[in-house]
């Protein structure tokens, strides 16, 4: 059984720019979250999505956006990216909502220039 | 609200010597139990999980937790450090419901030959 995808895993961007990740969970899974990880602030949680539905959002600004598919894919976007968004973003699909048990793809590393 | 304190975010031990890693948690209500374990440039890995039943709970690669709720604790331990357990390691809780998974700050384990 393929694990959590996510792409893509490295890219670089500069101030202002904005980006797309994607991560597709495992195949029979509906729910997929996404974390924030620094080196200062650990793993924080950015938001959930259950059968479409956000069911979850942490606190970070609108610059910080997601959606799942029907197919449990989901996307996350940032706009207008700042230099302290670099980071590791990393998707987690579970096979049901808020089970704790998280499937962890290997992330996409951002770099903002 | 919930929350999650791991105490120490670097640990050495030699190899073959018993791994602790301490975890204490807050929550309202009763709570799951997560260890997760991360190795360099990868995503994180369930070792254990705790949700209701058994207090000592076993996981992958040898590693255990208890949980004990008069101490509001659910501390990792190993009996033997090999040094392939290098890598850091997250504590998290949820309860389910509406609340999020919340992770620690992570504990790196470094293990000396």
């Known amino acids: 059984k393929a694990g959590v995808t996510q792409t893509p895993r490295y890219l670089i961007k500069t101030r202002g720019q904005q980006v797309t990740l994607s991560c597709s969970p495992i195949?029979?899974?509906?729910?997929v979250s996404w974390y924030q990880q620094t080196p200062g602030q650990g793993l924080q949680f950015l938001f959930e999505y259950f059968s479409e539905t956000q069911r979850n959002k942490g606190n970070f600004p609108g610059r910080f956006s997601g959606r799942q598919f029907s197919n449990s894919r989901s996307e996350m976007n940032v706009s207008t990216l700042e230099l302290g968004d670099s980071a590791l973003y990393l998707c987690?699909?579970?096979?049901?909502?808020?089970?704790?048990?998280?499937?962890f793809g290997e992330g996409s590393r951002l770099t903002v220039l | 609200a919930q929350s999650v304190t791991q105490l120490g975010s670097h640990v050495s031990v030699s190899e073959g010597a018993l791994v602790l890693l301490r975890c204490n948690y807050s929550?309202?209500?009763?709570?799951?139990l997560f260890w997760y374990v991360q190795y360099p440039n990868q995503g994180l890995q369930l070792l254990l999980k705790?949700?209701?039943?058994?207090?000592l709970v076993k996981g992958i690669n040898g590693f255990e937790a208890e949980f004990k709720k008069s101490e509001t604790s659910f501390h990792l331990t190993k009996p033997s450090a090999h040094m392939s357990d290098a890598a850091e390691y997250f504590c998290a809780v949820g309860s389910g419901g509406y609340q999020k998974v919340t992770f620690g700050t992570g504990t790196k384990l470094q293990v000396i030959p």
């Open positions: 195949s029979g899974h509906r729910s």
């Open positions: 929550s309202s209500v009763p709570p799951y």
């Open positions: 705790y949700t209701t039943g058994a207090t």
């Open positions: 987690a699909s579970s096979l049901e909502w808020n089970t704790g048990e998280l499937f």
